[in-house]
């Protein structure tokens, strides 16, 4: 659709598709409302809901477009040229989609047997190092003071028993 000299350009079908998305974050997070406003009830449900949304709307304006008429030239140009760089990104990614996807295997399997905290701890060591941080400190930093607070968190705030060895 033209509005003067721009151009509206709307991704109908991913549109609606993250609408359907929204409305049904939307439901669910005024439902568990209605059921129970406790801290306990809640604690997961509307931070992730309101994350949701947020993340929704944000990608809703990126679907979007205006653009100005006399710019279609250019843009094509530069889309032209860029293009052939994402083509070797997109390749290299699946083999460390597939590790990753096996890591994550390996995580769910070795909760039962190395505790929750410890393999978390691992797991998150390990998947940042295969997505590309290299350096010890915050390997080590971050997946320790997350894993020690997720444990933390299960354990004391949300009452659900996870098998763990150090907390």
Known sequence: MRIGS???RVEWGHLAF???IAAFCAWYWLDARAASTSTQ???LIQPAALLALFLCAVIATRLV?????ADEAKSGEESAGAA??????RHSGA????LFAAL???????VLFAGFDLATFVFLAAGMFLLGERRPLVLVGFAALFAAALSYSFKNMLSVPVPTIFF
């Open 6 to 8: 721009s151009r509206l």
């Open 18 to 20: 993250v609408l359907a």
């Open 41 to 43: 009830n809640l604690l």
């Open 65 to 69: 477009n205006v653009e100005r008429v």
């Open 84 to 89: 052939a760089p994402w083509e070797a990104l």
């Open 95 to 98: 083999l460390r989609g597939v």
């Open 104 to 110: 994550l295997g390996a995580y769910v399997a070795a």
